[in-house]
């Protein structure tokens, strides 16, 4: 059996699959409805001084006939009050001691965090989550996102929970800031015990064009909102990779945004997060997609023969790195699979209008001197057949793109082969300290 | 049912039709009581549908499709929510893009083409999404095309079926004034009367008829040339004539016993169907043969088999490798519950009096005796051969078809051009269609010419 227990900043907890703060995490009776199905942990969905929320709340993004791939929400922190919350959570605590109950909470004043926090931590509770992310409502009254911009408040008010806090402090950063480093950096050293991101994404999902309202309507009004889902994940996982690779970080990482797969939930953690956190999906699925997680992730590491969880998280760092120290001599060109392409020449219009014009139809001539291993057999082809399809690509003019491989709508049938160029590794960064960083043609030629 | 938006239809817009005899349908038909085979899609599955095109470039379904509608184009119209856009791209390449929709075999024609086939996927449900994209476009009675200026050429269409309505049609487009000489009471020639219920009923033939004629399509109903009015006089007072008469009736198997009750023609018993009131089974059909092998004989037996005759068996000379019907129509025929007798030809219809018992059929070397309570005789429609042969000057192939230029429609008269069934090639709507509006064009430019350098 592998291991998938963790200990997260000394919050242990049986698997890495947390349910993240929000609407699954808003009640005891939900939250231990997931533990029942296997979920590790859940972050309880946030509490402070009881809100008011507007009805038509969500928003979404279909990608073609894929439901839901961006979900936004308008909704504020939790609407119940501070005393059944913390009963509740006393409770889920006493019936599953061995799962992570995390609460997420959002205050004003050194005073109210001072009482919050103590009257959170009577519950039992494995670990705060400062929810420093909300990126609607709350932060028109100065919190959520409001201090997850500005880095100063989000040291101060880290610091005054790290003072009043007997466990461990998580500090969840916003995504709506220029470069995470910066706020990740100040939570850091403001004494959090770990972090967790990314909040939502400010976000507009759509205009009704009849009504020229935006989505949700709430009346004739809409308002910005926080996007998350499958549609977020690519910038969490930058996110999340850039604070796993900084040296000033240091701390275990919580991943949030778009985690709906075991496979999602590999990446994140190769690029550095210790537990992941998820809410959309479950949104839209249920709790039960926690047994597709926990056994896809079993099966993947133990096919990959690692013994426990934790010898995968991180393993995809090191290979992050600026963009000056990639390998310039590495070259890869696009070669299509003729006995799967199904000719619908999709690729050869892309790199035609969109790419670098190094894709033709069976029958075209190949330029003097140029490399297309294809060509031949594909105009032969065409010679035998006139409703032969199959496109060709010229792999002197093919700069890889990968766009071709990307659009093709036939699994590997464009794969992107390597090159041998016989040239040694050089990046930008070197060129630069050789004094060699210099491309004709530009502004001073 | 359709009924009601037909007469909705008829009400809003019957004052612009030029019709000079009206028509109604009977408000209860047999064809009633069929349920459609594929209902139109909800807007949900046809956006599913649509968003499975891979919207080729070069597309091959376009080059499959007889009208070369911009497949793709409206497809991707329909996914992003533009139906009005999708209607205008299948129609402004088809006027009959509708029923083309609901009847057009797109499983041998564009979808047999789908590249999606080689995935392998299911191909796109191209003729679904046709149908689709145009029905509201239709009931809303939407408009997209408008006249050109007029030229004052007038042209004489010969049958209101299909090819002379796409040929009108365009003509219309083209600025000429086109009248439609048809023999029958309804227009749309076998659209309206002779479409497997299951597929199409007469009433939604007819409101796609009605459109097209909204652009200002005359049509003279019950009107037959040869008979009425001679070809001679039409040459004299159109500047064009075009031929879409389509073919003649059934075919006879000239038989012993064929004439006399419980013996009756594919076509002649589709339109009883279709167009007249409830005609009578006399009440207990046990067993029925439909006599053919073509797509009209296994409508015939579906349609038997959905009226709930319990033994239908379709009598074919040949084997079914061979059958000129498509596979996936005698495969759904099968798994409805019709017998087909292979190698068997009737030798001899039986009769008890007038009172038909049953026929004599031999089958490979062996001569049986069937008992049957009704034969339909599905073994394809005659060639007009009388009918067209009074186009003088109209050269006809051994067939009895009338000869055209592929290109142009145009017959070895050059100012009578024809199209569809009564000219060589496959009998579909779609390529009747093509026909039609492939000869307007060529029309066009001769008369133009002849504007231009006199007769």
């Known amino acids: 059996m592998v291991e998938l227990s963790v200990n997260f900043a000394g919050i242990k907890s049986p698997n890495p699959f947390w349910l993240a703060s929000g609407p699954p995490t808003n009640s005891g009776e939900q939250v231990m409805r997931a533990f029942d199905l296997g979920w590790g942990g859940a972050v309880w969905k946030t509490i402070g001084d ?19 791939a961006g979900l936004n929400n308008i909704e504020l922190i939790s609407d119940r009050p501070l005393a059944e919350n913390l009963r509740e959570i006393a409770e889920v605590k006493k019936r599953f ?36 992310g ?37 500090v969840k950063l916003t995504p709506n800031i220029t470069d995470i480093i910066e706020p990740g950096r100040a939570a850091v050293e403001g004494g959090a015990h770990a972090l967790s991101l990314i909040n939502t994404i400010k976000s507009l999902t759509g205009v009704d064009l009849d009504k020229f309202v935006p989505y949700p309507v709430v009346g004739g009004r809409s308002t910005s909102g926080g996007l998350c889902g499958p549609a977020v994940k690519p910038i969490a996982l930058h996110m999340v990779g850039t604070l796993a690779k900084d040296a000033h970080i240091g701390v275990p990482i919580s991943a949030i945004g778009g985690i709906s797969t075991w496979r999602d939930a590999a990446e994140f953690m190769a690029i550095g997060a210790t537990t992941v956190q998820i809410c959309t999906a479950v949104m839209h699925y249920g709790y039960r997609i926690i047994e597709g997680l926990i056994d896809g992730l079993s099966n993947y590491l133990e096919d990959r023969r690692m013994k426990s969880v934790s010898e995968l998280i991180g393993r995809a760092v090191p290979a992050l790195v600026d963009w000056g120290e990639l390998d310039l001599n590495y070259r890869v060109v696009a070669d299509i699979n003729p006995d799967t392409c199904i000719g619908c020449q999709l690729c050869v219009v892309a790199c035609d209008d969109g790419a670098h014009q190094c894709i033709y139809v069976a029958g075209a001539e190949v330029k003097r001197g140029h490399v297309a291993p294809r060509a031949t057999e594909a105009a032969e082809r065409l010679a035998a057949n006139p409703k032969y399809r199959v496109p060709w690509v010229d792999e002197t003019d093919c700069v890889g793109c990968n766009l071709c491989a990307l659009i093709c709508p036939v699994p590997d049938c464009i794969t992107m082969k390597p090159i041998e160029t016989d040239k040694p590794f050089e990046s930008w960064n070197e060129r630069i300290r050789k004094g060699t960083a210099v491309v004709p043609g530009g502004l001073h030629d | 049912m359709g009924e009601s938006s037909y007469s909705r239809l008829k009400q809003a817009q019957y004052h612009e039709l030029k019709m000079t005899k009206s028509y109604s349908l009977p408000t209860e038909r047999w064809e009633q009581r069929f349920s459609e085979a594929q209902p139109l899609y909800t807007d949900r599955e046809a956006l599913g549908e649509a968003h499975r095109c891979l919207y080729c470039v070069d597309a091959p379904c376009i080059k499959a499709c007889p009208t070369a509608i911009d497949i793709p184009t409206f497809i991707r119209k329909i996914a992003e929510g533009n139906l009005h856009g999708a209607a205008k791209t299948v129609l402004s390449a088809n006027i009959f893009g509708y029923s083309c929709g609901r009847v057009c075999p797109d499983k041998v024609l564009c979808a047999a083409s789908c590249v999606l086939k080689d995935y392998p996927k299911p191909p796109i449900e191209i003729a679904r999404l046709h149908r689709y994209a145009t029905e509201s476009f239709l009931r809303e009675g939407r408009r997209v095309f408008s006249p050109a200026p007029p030229t004052g050429k007038k042209i004489a269409l010969v049958g209101a079926g299909p090819a002379s309505l796409a040929c009108a049609h365009e003509l219309k487009l083209l600025g000429h004034e086109p009248s439609i000489f048809e023999k029958h009471h309804f227009p749309g020639g076998l659209n309206t009367m002779s479409i497997a219920p299951y597929k199409m009923q007469a009433d939604d033939a007819l409101l796609e008829a009605e459109y097209i004629c909204n652009i200002g ?40 016993g064929e004439d006399g009750p419980g013996v009756i023609g594919a076509l002649a018993w589709i339109e009883q169907i279709k167009t007249t ?73 039986v009769r008890d009096g007038p009172r038909l018992k049953g026929a004599r059929i031999r089958v490979v070397d062996e001569e049986i005796f069937m008992p049957a309570d009704l034969i339909i005789m599905a073994i394809g429609q005659s060639i007009g051969r009388e009918a067209l042969s009074k186009f003088s000057g109209v050269e006809l192939n051994s067939a009895g078809e009338v000869q055209v230029d592929p290109a142009t429609g145009q017959t070895s008269n050059r100012r009578i051009h024809a199209g569809g069934d009564a000219t060589p090639g496959i009998k579909l709507v779609v390529r009747a269609v093509a026909d039609g509006k492939r000869a307007a064009q060529a029309m066009h430019r001769d008369l133009l010419q002849s504007a231009k350098g006199g007769k």
């Open chain 1, 97 to 132: 001691p061995e799962r992570a109950v995390v609460v997420s909470l959002m205050m004003e004043s050194k005073e109210d965090w001072r009482e919050i926090i103590r009257r959170t931590e009577d519950t039992g509770c494995d670990g705060l989550e400062l929810n420093f």
């Open chain 1, 134 to 170: 909300c990126p609607h409502g709350m932060c028109e009254r100065g919190m959520g996102s409001a201090v997850g911009q500005e880095p100063k408040i989000i040291r101060e008010i880290t610091a005054w929970a790290r003072e009043f806090a007997k466990t461990p402090i998580i």
């Open chain 2, 277 to 349: 009131k409830r005609p009578a089974l006399n009440g207990n059909i046990q067993r029925a043969f439909v006599v053919g092998g073509g797509n009209t004989a296994l409508d015939a037996a579906r349609e038997l088999l959905q009226l709930g005759v319990p033994h239908v068996t379709m009598v074919y000379r040949r084997t079914a490798q061979v059958m000129p019907g498509f596979r996936h129509e005698l495969d759904a025929a099968r798994r409805e519950g019709m017998q087909l007798l292979e190698q068997a030809v009737i030798t001899e219809i």
């Open chain 2, 217 to 256: 399509i005359e049509i003279r109903m019950g009107v037959e040339v040869g008979r009425d009015i001679d070809v001679k006089s039409l040459l004299q007072n159109y500047d064009a004539v075009f031929i879409g008469a389509g073919m003649g009736g059934d075919t006879k198997l000239q038989v012993a």
């Open chain 1, 50 to 68: 009881p809100i008011v929320n507007v009805s038509s709340r969500l928003g979404a993004v279909d990608a073609g006939d894929f439901r839901m």
